[in-house]
């Protein structure tokens, strides 16, 4: 199995085994020569048609650590400036030999365009795409939430998660629903009417429109950016409404069970939907999730670029 597109395409055991694989690399990272030769003479594209600082950076980190050679492309400065289509891209990439391609992309279904349209032969990892979907971030998140709530190991039964916020325009949002869900992770989903997308009772989670009782039981919070880039209409009256709503803040955090841990994908709207001070708390996890960010990604690489006989089963 060649790409890693939605988290949907993951089974448990295909979950599993890159979390389990990520473990065993997390420990390797921790030796002083951290480097692998698996990926030798291997190249790896970082494509990225959207700004990014912790995915590009840990993507970059995570091929070398396995000895892959990595180009890193950014429209910005490309030709896709002068206005150069993703298939004539994808075409470049192909003659040059790229063996992954990791596509950030603002319009949702392009790393599936990729990966299906015939322009490359390359392994497609989908490094977020529109408002639909960021895997690599989902099992991030779930590498996390099992090391914390989990001693490192199993799924995540009976764990509840509560995701508040911008749901409307996240990807993160729909990828760790399905993938925590997969798990066996109970999720809620905490956001104002307006910041829900149409069918989202469809969504294998609960949904909540009140913040303090959504929190109440959680094990883990995980805070999301509201996208303020992406809106081009008024979602909520005011900053400081959203925030007294809708906001993570001390007083709030103060609610929590002593074991709840409070997560962010970043980047962060410090003051809007999370408080610096919650942000840079002990309960929060947030630096964390950008180093285990390095670990899963290497996983993802190491299986899907590994062999055949190291693959992902359900990988697409
Ligand atoms: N979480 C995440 O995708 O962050 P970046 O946009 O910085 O990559």
């Known amino acids: 199995m060649r790409h ?5 395409d993951l089974t448990r055991d295909d979950a599993l085994l890159i979390l389990d694989t990520a473990a065993e690399l997390a420990r390797i990272s921790d030796r002083p020569m951290k480097k692998l030769p698996t990926l030798r003479g291997r190249t790896v594209v970082n494509l990225f048609f959207e700004d990014s600082t912790r995915t590009r950076i840990s993507f970059e980190a995570a091929a070398k650590r396995l000895s892959a050679d990595v180009i890193n492309f950014s429209a910005k400065g490309s030709s896709v400036s002068k206005g150069e289509s993703l298939k004539d891209t994808a075409l ?6 790229a063996d992954a391609v990791v596509i950030r992309h603002g319009a949702s279904g392009a790393p599936h365009r990729l990966a299906n349209a015939g322009w490359i032969e390359s392994t497609v990892i989908n490094a ?3 408002t639909h979907e960021h895997p690599t971030q989902a099992l991030l998140d779930a590498f996390t939430l099992r090391r914390h709530l989990r001693d490192g190991e199993g799924d995540l039964t009976g764990v509840r998660v509560t995701i508040v916020g911008d749901v409307l325009h996240s990807r993160v949002a729909r990828s760790n629903v399905l993938l925590l869900h997969t798990l066996g992770a109970d999720v809620t989903l905490c956001a104002p009417p307006t910041l829900l997308p149409v069918g989202v009772d469809t969504w294998p989670c609960t949904v909540s429109y009140d913040l303090d009782a959504a929190i109440a039981d959680a094990d883990a919070v995980m805070m999301l ?10 979602y909520f009256p005011s900053a400081a409404e959203y925030s007294r709503r809708y906001g993570l803040d001390a007083q709030r955090m103060a609610t929590l069970a002593p074991h709840t841990i409070v997560m962010h994908p970043g980047p962060m709207n410090r003051g809007m939907e999370i408080a610096a001070d919650v942000a840079d708390s002990e309960r929060s996890v947030i630096v ?3 180093s285990n960010g390095v670990s899963v990604r290497m996983a993802v690489m190491y ?4 062999g055949a006989e190291s693959g992902i089963g359900g990988i697409a």
Do not use: P
């Not at 470049?92 to 030999?97: D, N, S, V």
């Not at 950016?225 to 008024?234: H, K, T």
């Open 4 to 8: 890693l597109l939605s988290t949907a």
């Open 92 to 97: 470049t990439l192909q003659a040059m030999g």
């Open 128 to 130: 977020g795409d529109g």
């Open 225 to 234: 950016r509201v996208q303020l880039e992406r809106m081009n209409a008024a």
């Open 288 to 290: 964390e999730q950008v």
């Open 303 to 306: 299986l899907l670029l590994g």
